[in-house]
């Protein structure tokens, strides 16, 4: 059986939280709510297929929806003088509706090469460019552990007609550690599609940036000692009360 789960989705709550934040009162306004978040981020997706993005989150209050665009290029998300962000303002407003007030903010990204989403998405646009595979996930990879000391291993797979072949098949290349199942590892995941001559070709990045409770540290902090159970005064019948 295999072990294919989503390692963002498996630390829900733990360490992750949602990219949609909201409560729906009915489940009409739920449906509705759902189809919108999904409406939105597939036209910031083709919106800003340059800027770079990698997350988008939503929050929504009884009157107001918030939008954080994660990108690494926020020159390109404003645009000149603003025209670009109030442009996509009047977009998302005209899909949520003129009952509640959007506002729409970004958070820069200051290392893009650890970013497994960004990863991703280069690797598809080479791959759609017919750049050699191996060379491109080589690349990707040195990237991210050169960049920064907070990438601890990476992991990259490419999975499909791979340089043209008339079979599907799949590589996969790794560097350092990237422990899925263990919670308090910080792992990022990313995917993407290249859509090239051949057929599509999907990638996914795995990125490990270290752990958020370090073993040092659980391990120089005391234990507390286990409570001694009360003791019972003996009762009638049993073999200590007969003693005395």
Known sequence: MGHKVNPECLRLNISRDWRSRWFAPSKKQFVQYLQEDRTIRERLAKELAAAAVARVDIERSAERIRIVIHTARPGILIGRRGENIQRLQEMVQKIVGTQQQMKMDYME????????????????????????????????????????????????????????????????????????????????????????????????????????????????QPRMPRAMPPAHPPTAGSPAASAS
């Open 109 to 220: 990204i200051s290392n893009p090469a650890v970013e497994a989403q960004l990863i991703a998405d280069s690797l598809a646009f080479q791959l759609e460019k017919r750049i050699a595979f191996r060379r491109a996930m080589k690349r990707a990879i040195q990237q991210a552990m050169e960049s920064s000391k907070e990438c601890k291993g990476i992991k990259v797979v490419c999975d499909g007609r791979l340089a043209g072949s008339e079979m599907t098949r799949r590589e996969v290349y790794r560097a350092g550690k990237v422990p899925l199942s263990t919670l308090r590892s910080d792992i990022r995941f990313g995917t993407s599609t290249a859509h090239t001559t051949a057929g599509c070709i999907g990638t996914r990045v795995w990125v490990c940036r270290g752990e958020l409770v370090p073993i040092d540290r659980r391990k120089a």
